[in-house]
Each structure stands twice: as C-alpha cells, then as structure tokens.
C-alpha cells in the first residue's frame, strides 16, 4: 500500500484524505485544512473502543532530524500507549487514523509540509481497512515518516496591528519575536503564537473584543516556502462598565463586585481581569468562580463584567505535624471560620504540642494556641487587616519561654509578585536559661517588611525568586531600652532540564539586631541557628553565642543553603544538600568564627498538598552530647 503524502497546499480529514485551503471560522483555527485548536466538528476517530485487549507491536521510522523524531512520537498515541494492549481491533484501528492527524499536526509544527506518512497493520495502511478487520494475537504495527524539507517563511505578514503601546504594562511579545518573519522556520505554532500575541496586542490598550480576521496562509513546494498573511479585527475601544455577581449565598454580592476591583469607566485591561480572579480566589470562600466579559460592548463604549461564584462549606480543620530524631514529635491543628460576617472575615484558632521525645513531664512540652482575625479588603481591594494573639510556652534547650503576644496591621498586595506588610506588635514574657537566669520582658514594636515573589509553586518551586527583607524596631520596658532588628532573607530556583526532573535551588539569610547586650534583650528576638528549615544535623536554635558550655542567642546571622533536587517519577524525588550557618556576638558578623556546616540527603514523596520530606544530615562539627545523625519529616520542601 502506498504512504499518504501531504497534498500540496492542504491536509485535511474527511473519511480518508482530501485537499483543502479555505479561511476558518475565528472560533477554531485551521491551518492548510486542519483544525489546529477550537471548537466544531472533527471527523478524527475519537471515540473510546470496548472490546477484547489487542496486543501490539510498533516500530518508528523516522530518517534524519532527531529533534522530529521525538516530537512525531510524543504525537503518536500508538506509541504513547504501546506498552498496553488497544481496546478490541477496532480500537486499534481507530488509534492507527487518529495518528494520521496527530502525526500531521507534529510536522506542520516542525514546518515540514512536504512529508509522508505510512501507517501499517500487518503490511496494509490503516486508512484502507474496513473497521471490522481482525488482527493477529500481536498485531505488527509499522509507522514510517519521511518528513520532507524544511520549509520557511517568505512572507509574514500582519495587517492591521495594534501600534506601539504608550504603557510599558501594555507591552506584548511581537510575533517577529516568536519567529513569525522572513527567513525563518515557518512552524504552524508560530503562525498561531503570532496570531495570539497580535489579538492581545489590541486587547491590552482596551479593544476588549479584537479578533483575528481572514487568514492566507499557503505553502509553496517548489520553493519550500510558506506565505502567511494574517488580518486582525479590533473592533470598539471598550471600557469597565458594571459589575453584576451570581451565585452567592452567605457572601455579601456587592463586597464580592468590589473584591474584584474594576472601576466603571476605566479603559477595559485583560490584566485587570486576572487579577480580579487572582483576588476572588484568595478569599479562600469560594469553590469555583468564573470572571466573565460581556458578550457585547455597550452603545455607550462600556464593557459588563460579570461575577459567577459557588461558595464553599464555611468550616475548615486541619492537622499536621513534623518529626525530628533530636528535636521530636510536633503535632498541630486549626479551625477555620470562613466568612464570619459575609465579606469574607476569617477566624482561625490554631493548637500546637511539639518535643515529644523521651520526656514525659509536660512541663517540658512546648505548647502555642492562638486566634487569627483577617478582614479582606480594608481600604482597598489589596489589602488586608489581620490581628492575632498567642500564648506560648517554647522549651528549648537554650531556653524557656512562657508569655504571651501579639500583633495588628495591614497587609497590602502590589502586584502579583510584591507585597508590603506593617504590624503593631507586643510581647509579655518570661525566659529561663542556664547563663542568665529567670528574667521578664516586656516589648512593643513596628514591624514593616517587603516580599518579592516570583516562584512557580511556593510549596514545590521550580523557578522563580523570593525575597524577603524585614525591619523591627521595638522598645524593651523592664529595661528600658530601645532596638533594632534587620533580616533578609533570598532564596533562588533553577530547573537544569525543560521537564523540571533536576532543580538547583538556594537559600541566604542574613540578620542584625541593633541596641543594648545580650543579655538585656529577649531571646526570641536574638538569632540562633539549627534545625530542620535551617542548619539540618542540628537541634533546633542551638547553634548561637557559646558562653562557657552554654549556648545564648546572638546579635547577626549568617546562613545558607544549597540542595540539588532529583524528580525520577511524578510522586518520587530526592535531595542532597549542605547547609551553614554563623551566629554572631556583635551587630556585625566575626566571620573568624567557626561557621556549622550539615550535609545530608533525603527523599521526596510528592502530594497534591505538597511533597512529604524525609531527610537525613549530619553535623561536619559535632559538638559534645549531640547526636551524631539526625532525621526529619515533614510536609513541603526545605525552602
């Protein structure tokens, strides 16, 4: 039987292959005949087939570019699937048609429009085979493609594109970028990217409703070219009209249409649509919500929004917990009140009992219960009011803490990476320890901090930024004395291959505390060092200041982190990293002192809630009476 080659200026399906070069409806793309993306019928066999397994072999003949060959195998759902029997000879027939398109669609987007493709069962092509055919126990499956030339670009061409924006925020990827010109590889993906970024174009300066008008686009074999003329259809400037929200029940509809934050009259912003979702969904109420445009832009130039919300059950309660060999068992767990008021106030009320090691006084239990008040939207859209309040008692073995304290203030949202917070705070408290005693402290203070983040997933990053720099000045009154204290804190992602299997990451921290001595400060606000999202071989706040066998905390910080993360199947990973860390006297760091060094490994079980860690290090300076390994488990990664 002969192979199907491409017909000179189309492709398409229709029961067998037929040519085809007409403009298609905006809703669904196609290129030379074929449907690329969209809506609309599709002749394509899709259905799932019942019937008895039919095992299969299959082999791959692709002469030349190797680059082609993997992405006409990733293509093919023969290949994908070939390690499992197909669903009845019918259902390996169908699969064998499907391949013709699917093979099809992966050399229009390699720019290959000259090629072959034969597919073979049991030496007949499957588009000549009746659909009750009979096969084989193992069926001899023989896919062959001969991809022909590389075609290019001689013409690309865009009419009726959108001018330079005069908003830097406006500014979209040209098509040129993506490759759409002269001279370069005229891959059916750039022709669709090139349209894409040109109807954003024109959505971003506020014609809400651009589309892409008629397309020309033809190949021409003699010269292995391809012409590509594309039309764009701004349509009406539009701008923000009103806000109608559905769906809701115990919320508030009109605090849901202020949430979203379009503002009537502004000129209409795609980017403003997103992050009215991004908003919606941070509110933590709602199941499912949609932010949909107006079907049509007004007489009067104004664009509807409209707001559609299923709420979710108002209750939430949590547990967790951590272990480490040297520090314990930590067990934790919180209630959470949704919508207290219908606009979407929280209450959380948050327990914890951690170090249960080998002790069995509880007086040697660290305990935390708390409650947590946030009302969304104070001010702005973008801002948020939290208050908290917490009582404590951290056993520790530099020190003892029983008190209580809290905090008030704003958080505010920038943009999607940054943000700002500000907070009143106050602490009552006693500390033991062995250098100083028994004393009381009592603090008020300002915290102000800024975060930048860029990552990916924050539970399991990939890629991206975070930064985080914090500023306390506060005022201790049985001293009375008054102080600073400064950190921040980097971390870093890199995915070394494009399936994100190997990722470096890193993590920096540096700190200062500015005022009176040690020992006129409180510990908590001192810096110490070890731990499992610290120096991993370490008990946690141990590494500090040593004051003749004794550990107190410091006045600068020094620490970092490196790990190389391996992902070898979607739910198995693993690490290996190297920790260090450097507390210091003074305000400024001594970096003549002896830096803690942990090493280690651990493995990575990947959740939908994040991944479960184990990990295993060991300390590269032990000191006398610590042990000599330490484990950790946990949910999410290090940092």
């Known amino acids: 039987m002969n192979a199907i080659r491409l017909p ?7 029961a067998g292959f037929a040519a085809a070069l007409a403009p298609a409806p905006a809703a669904a793309f196609e290129l030379f005949g074929i449907k690329l993306f969209g809506s609309g019928s ?29 992405s006409l195998k990733g293509a093919s759902s023969l290949w994908r699937d070939r390690k499992r029997p197909a669903s009845g000879a019918a259902g390996l027939l169908a699969k064998a048609r499907g391949d013709y398109r699917n093979l099809v669609y992966a050399l229009y987007a390699n720019a290959r429009y000259g090629g072959t493709v034969s597919i073979t069962i049991d030496g007949q092509q499957a588009a000549d085979l009746p659909f009750d055919a009979t096969f084989p126990d193992t069926a001899d499956v023989r896919i062959s493609v001969d991809p022909g030339p590389l075609f290019l670009f001689d013409k690309a061409t865009i009419r009726n594109q959108a ?34 970024r040109a109807v954003e174009a024109w959505r971003q300066q506020g014609y809400a409703k651009a589309k892409a008008g008629p397309r020309h686009v033809s190949a021409v074999h003699p010269s292995d ?37 379009f503002k009537q009259g502004e000129e209409f912003d795609p980017d403003a649509v997103q992050r009215a979702s991004d908003r919606l969904a941070k509110l933590d109420v709602f199941s499912s919500l949609r932010v949909e445009e107006n079907e049509t832009i007004e007489p009067d130039g104004s ?46 009320i948050d327990g914890k009992v951690a170090n249960f090691d080998n002790k069995v006084d509880p007086e040697d239990f660290t305990y935390r219960a708390g409650a947590t008040f946030t009302k969304p939207g104070v001010g702005t859209p973008d801002s948020n009011f939290v208050a908290s309040i917490y009582g404590e008692r951290e056993v520790l073995d530099t020190y003892t803490k029983t008190g209580v304290s809290g905090q008030a203030g704003i958080n ?48 399991n990053a990939t890629r991206g930024h975070y930064v985080d720099v914090t500023a306390l000045p506060f005022y201790e009154f049985n001293y009375a004395n008054a102080a600073s204290r400064f ?102 760091p001594d970096f003549d002192q002896d830096v803690k060094l942990g090493a280690g490994v651990g493995l990575r079980y990947f959740t939908s809630v ?30």
């Not at 000179?8 to 229709?14: D, R, S």
């Not at 924006?165 to 750039?190: I, K, L």
């Not at 020094?558 to 260090?580: K, Y």
């Open 8 to 14: 000179t200026l189309a492709f398409a399906w229709a």
């Open 42 to 70: 599709d002749d394509a066999e899709t259905t799932d087939v019942i019937g008895e397994p039919q095992p299969y072999d299959v082999t791959f003949d692709v002469p030349g570019d190797t680059d082609v060959e993997s």
């Open 163 to 196: 001018p330079y924006p005069t908003n830097r925020r406006d500014v979209v990827p040209t098509p040129e970028s993506g490759g759409f010109q002269t001279g370069q590889p005229a891959r059916s993906t750039v022709i669709l990217q090139a349209e894409a």
């Open 225 to 261: 070219t391809v012409n590509a003329e594309l039309e764009m259809e701004p349509g009406r400037k539009a701008y923000f009209g009103p806000t109608s929200v559905s769906g809701t029940k115990r919320m508030d509809p009109d605090f849901v249409a202020y949430m979203a934050g």
């Open 303 to 348: 664009l509807p929004m409209h707001v559609i919300v299923r709420e979710r059950k108002l209750h939430r309660i949590g547990v967790g917990g951590s272990f480490s060999s040297i520090d314990g068992l930590g067990l934790e767990a919180y209630w959470l009140h949704r919508n207290l008021f219908g606009r979407a106030e929280q209450l959380r």
């Open 412 to 459: 505010h949202q920038f943009s999607k990476e940054l943000s700002a917070r500000g907070f009143l705070t106050g602490q009552v408290a006693e500390f033991e320890d062995d250098v100083y005693g028994t004393r009381d402290f009592t603090t008020g203070g300002f915290l102000g901090a800024f975060t930048y983040d860029s990552r990916n997933d924050p539970t």
């Open 487 to 588: 950190t921040a804190e980097a971390r870093t992602y890199y995915a070394v291959d494009g399936d994100n299997r190997i990722v470096l990451a890193a993590r920096g921290k540096i700190g200062t505390l500015v005022g009176p001595s040690i020992a006129e400060l409180p510990p908590d606000l001192l810096f110490f060092a070890g731990g499992g999202g610290s120096v991993r071989g370490y008990p946690y706040r141990s590494i500090g200041v040593d004051v003749g066998n004794n550990v107190v905390g410091g006045k600068s910080l020094l620490e970092g982190s490196f790990e190389v993360r391996g992902r070898f199947t979607q739910t198995i990973g693993a690490v290996a990293f190297l920790d260090a860390g450097l507390v210091g006297a003074d305000s400024t």
């Open 610 to 639: 994040g991944a479960i860690r184990l990990d295993v290090a060991v300390p590269l300076e032990q000191r006398d009476g610590e042990p000599s390994v330490a484990f950790y488990v946990g949910i999410g990664q290090a940092f």
